[in-house]
Each structure stands twice: as C-alpha cells, then as structure tokens.
C-alpha cells in the first residue's frame, strides 16, 4: 500500500524497500474547463544536479528533446494520450545514476503556456506516484492539492541521495515563466 505524502514531507525510500533497484515515477493531471480554442499540452522534465544544485552536464536535463541522460539512469517516456493512468512516466536506475549526481527533480510544465493563456489555475488532479519497477508496487503517493494560479511550471517533488541511502520529497513549488524558468533556476542554459 503506497504511503501518501503532503507537501514538504520526506521519506526514505531505498531504507523501507531493500534492494530496490529499479522505480517508475508517475505523473499525471486532468485539464480544468479550459475554452480557450488551443490543445492543453503538459511535458514532464527532470533535472539532475551535483552539489552545487545546478545541472553540470546538459546530458542530466531530460525531457521531451533528450528522453535519457547519458548513463541512461534516467529515461523520459513518451505521452499517454489515451486519457488514464499516469500521462508520462519516468523510469530511473537507482544503481546506475551517476555518482556526481546527488538531486533528481521532477517538473511538469504547460508547452507554450503564455502564448495560449494557460497556466496551472487550469489544471487539476496533478500528482506524482513512485513505482517499484520490478514488481508494480506503488511506494508513495503525492497529490498536488495547491491551487495554482499564473504558474507555468511545477517542480512536484525530487529523488536525493542521504548517507548513502535515496529518499523521496514532496516539493510542489510553482514557477512563472514555464520550462525556461525551471532551466534558470537549475542553471540549464537554453
């Protein structure tokens, strides 16, 4: 049975679930009633950083342009647009990140949000979900239920090493700006 988090909580994952190797992350949202006349499109990102908190190779940028890093620890998905489950996935090797990097953080952002008037206001439901890859066990659970309003892009929540163990925090912080904010704030040149 998944644990469901809150915003701001912590917890171990690799500590409660030996030997685990191989998780999937689950991101998914509906789209609030929206008329605005332009297709709702919502891309998944992921940002791996060093220690200094900032992306140090553009290899550990993966989205939608780059589907994997260059250890392929960490691999994109394609779009489900069949409209259930999880509308991207992520699966990431635990054992094959590289060691430099200490932070793997999950975003979702509105493709062309300020060219067609979309921001997060117009989304609902929108959670991630970590996955036991080997066996389908879902292990935690993080439902954003912030209401968000000019935000264009969502950093949901990241995966950090500590003491030699990988942990699983919810962070739900929203952004303005969509994906090039998010490349700002992680030192992403684009």
Known sequence: MAINLSKGQKIGLTQFNPGLKNIMAGLGWDISEYDGGSDFNLDAAVFMTGASGKVEKDTNFVFYNNCKDAAESVICSSENRIGYGDDETVNIMLDKVPADVEKISFAVTIHKADERGQNFDQVSDAYIRIVNAENGEELVRYDLGEDFSVET??????????????????????????????????????
């Open 153 to 190: 892009a969502i950093v949901i929540a990241e995966l950090y090493r500590c003491s030699g163990e990988w942990k699983f925090a919810t962070i739900g912080s929203g952004f303005s700006g969509g994906l090039a904010a998010l490349c700002e704030n992680f030192g992403v040149d684009i």
